[in-house]
């Protein structure tokens, strides 16, 4: 990217007896998120026993222990090895990743009703969600800001908060992302599938619930399905996966009520392909593999 | 039968075991009986393996009759049980049998109690467990508190159990307040000032209304951030952080008066300031806490959390030497 961006010291800490936290970064970058997808894809490979899950976060990741069969202790002096070894991808590493195509109604009447409930906890009552995020991101228009946030994709590099939803990160410089505050005071309520964005992250809410992001959009497909009737939910209640590429795709109400209409019968399935590239190069030119990442997604 | 009725459901009664792991990272957490120990002694009492199904009722406890001859335990808070109106002694083994019904006054100290009955709570196993999530409505009994009037499936009984086995009155937990937590600093208590984590470890906090298997919000004094510019990413907000995954028991302070306590049911990550984690063995003790009880928080390192997590396995095997005699 225009600016390459050094990473300070990773930072390990305790979370009691149960969880080791490393920091790899305070603010965000592609660059602290690699380092912790290299860091965790390389411990999840050793499965040392008494690793009981491994949560790679946006600058930082998280592994829950059993002290009872690994010592805290053993895990650090293991994660900080990895962390010399592996901790920056070589230049050639090739990240192999699913792109998927995820549609998205913009404006959407139900989100537009939960907003217009909740004015009084917004930094601007006046304006919608997405005209305040226009305005504060320097877009002339609501138009700009959904294309800037639908050309390029993004990389999921997080799950969490409940269970299913993915904090995507997009993959442009830091100069080019969009950034938002969250709600002044968090909602009551945000309704299922609500495509919203808090700090530079955008998410797709899995199930209805309190919420503090910004609503943009609603979602026709779902990220997470109890029942696991759709075919992309057969191994898995929860959709995405950490370092997933997303791309956010802009979609009139036909094609929303035609997307629910396959949700509901049980036929619909994510447009899903295979890719691979390597971080080094996206982060030297990240319009040139953007364009091959959707150019294989679309083929 | 194999079936027990749920004549009333209490307060907030769950199917609960040692809890469901390995999909953390993908925002499940753990849920589980929030006092380990009292669950797992219930448990031992009854025959039944350490991770059987129990349940765990809150401030008000469930009334349940029996369909056929059963060994039933109630540990965990201080509370007056009956079986069919006579008063029946808490951490001991008892039979009962069709048409008994056991039962609960108010609680006199603690908050949560436990029943284990021969044969567990054989609710379906649903990803590794049979605890219950509420939130998303997975695992336990239909994903949800219970009812009044309604039936729950039990396992075979066992014939290992003794009856009048009790747990020695050294090996029941401590219900006193204030409950001293023991918490490992850390994670993010940088963006604390000095001064005030040296007054969030010096104050006695009070556990708020909102305090469930979610979390607990605690009240009782105010604690400054330190001045920064926000990192990228992060929010505006002084206690916010760029989002990070939360340990089953941090400690985090949203508005810096308004400390929460993260526990079985919480989310598993978000963008605020975390500032040190509670051991796995004093979320026992915080389970036990009630609205208006006093808590404080006493720093700790690795070692001592470790240790005391030892300290509660001996225990437990004690309790097993105890029961077998």
Redesign the interface.
């Known amino acids: 990217m225009t600016e390459k961006i050094q990473l300070p010291p990773a930072r390990y800490?305790?979370?009691?007896?149960?969880?080791v936290?490393v920091?790899l970064?305070?603010?965000?970058?592609l660059e602290a998120n690699f380092a912790g997808m290299a860091v965790t894809n390389a411990l999840r490979e050793e499965a040392i026993d008494g690793v009981?899950?491994?949560?790679?976060?946006?600058?930082?990741?998280?592994v829950?222990v059993d002290?009872?069969r690994l010592?805290?202790?053993e895990l650090v002096e293991e994660l900080r090895r990895l962390e010399s070894t592996v901790g920056t991808l070589p230049e050639d590493y090739v990240l192999k990743t699913r792109v998927v195509d995820v549609p998205v109604l913009f404006n959407d009447p139900w989100t537009h009703e939960t907003l217009m409930r909740f004015r009084d906890r917004h930094q601007d009552p006046e304006a919608t969600d997405l005209e305040y995020a226009a305005r504060i991101n320097g877009f002339d228009s609501v138009q700009g800001v959904v294309d800037a946030m639908t050309s390029a994709p993004w990389i999921v590099t997080?799950?969490?908060?409940?269970?299913?939803?993915p904090?995507c990160?997009q993959l442009v410089p830091?100069e080019r992302?969009i950034?938002v505050?969250?709600y002044v005071r968090p909602r009551t309520d945000t309704p299922e599938r609500t495509f919203g964005f808090?700090?530079?992250?955008a998410v797709v809410y899995?199930?209805r619930?309190a919420g503090g992001y910004q609503m943009f959009g609603m979602a026709p497909a779902p990220v997470?399905d109890?029942s696991q009737s759709l075919p992309d939910f057969a191994d898995?209640i929860?959709f995405p996966n950490?370092n997933d590429v997303l791309r956010y795709r802009a979609i009139d109400m036909a094609e929303f009520e035609a997307t629910r209409s396959r949700v509901e019968d049980g036929t619909f399935r994510y447009r899903i392909r295979e890719a691979e590239f390597e971080p080094a190069a996206l982060l030297a030119d990240p319009d040139a593999v953007n364009r091959e990442l959707l150019e294989v997604l679309y083929r | 039968m194999n079936e027990l009725l749920v004549r009333s459901g209490g307060l907030y009664t769950t199917v609960q075991d040692t809890g469901r792991f390995g999909y953390y990272h993908m925002g499940m957490p753990p849920s589980g009986a929030m006092d380990v120990y009292s669950a797992v002694v219930a448990n031992m009492l009854v025959g039944n393996p350490d991770d059987a199904g129990v349940l765990e009722g809150t401030y008000v406890g469930p009334r349940l009759e029996f369909t056929d001859d059963r060994m039933v335990a109630v540990t965990g808070a201080d509370v007056p049980v009956t079986v069919n109106g006579e008063s029946v002694e808490p951490w001991t083994a008892m039979r009962v049998g069709a048409g008994d019904v056991l039962e609960f006054a108010m609680i006199r100290s603690g908050c949560r109690v436990y029943v284990a009955v021969s044969g567990g709570i054989d609710v379906p196993v649903y990803l590794g467990s049979r605890s219950t999530y509420t939130l998303t409505g997975i695992g336990g009994h239909q994903g949800r508190k219970l009812v009044d009037d309604e039936t729950l499936p039990l396992g075979a009984a066992g014939g290992r159990a003794r009856g009048g086995a009790a747990v020695p009155e050294a090996l029941r937990p401590a219900l006193d307040v204030p409950a001293e937590l023991r918490t490992v600093v850390g994670l993010c208590s940088y963006r604390l000032t000095e001064g005030a984590l040296a007054s969030f470890l010096g104050t006695d906090w009070k556990v708020t209304k909102d305090a469930d298997r979610v979390g607990y919000r605690l009240r009782g004094g105010s604690l400054d951030f330190t001045e920064r510019e926000q990192p990228f990413g992060a929010g505006s907000d002084p206690a916010n952080v760029v989002d990070l995954g939360y340990p089953v028991g941090s400690i985090q302070v949203p508005g810096g008066d308004e400390p929460i306590v993260l526990l079985n049911d919480a989310v598993t990550g978000g963008g605020y300031a975390t500032i040190g984690t509670v051991i796995s063995v004093d979320r026992d003790r915080i389970a036990q806490t009630k609205t208006g009880d006093a808590v404080r928080f006493t720093s700790v390192d690795l070692d001592t959390a470790l240790a005391a997590r030892r300290d509660r396995r001996e225990r437990i095997e004690r309790v097993r030497r105890e029961i077998a005699r």
């Open positions: 800490e305790y979370g009691g007896d149960e969880f936290f920091e970064d305070q603010a965000m970058s009981v899950d491994i949560c790679p976060s946006n600058a930082s990741y998280m829950q002290p009872d010592d805290p202790r997080m799950l969490g908060f409940v269970p299913g939803l904090f990160y830091r992302q950034q505050p969250k808090g700090g530079a992250f899995p199930v619930g997470f109890l898995d929860s950490a």
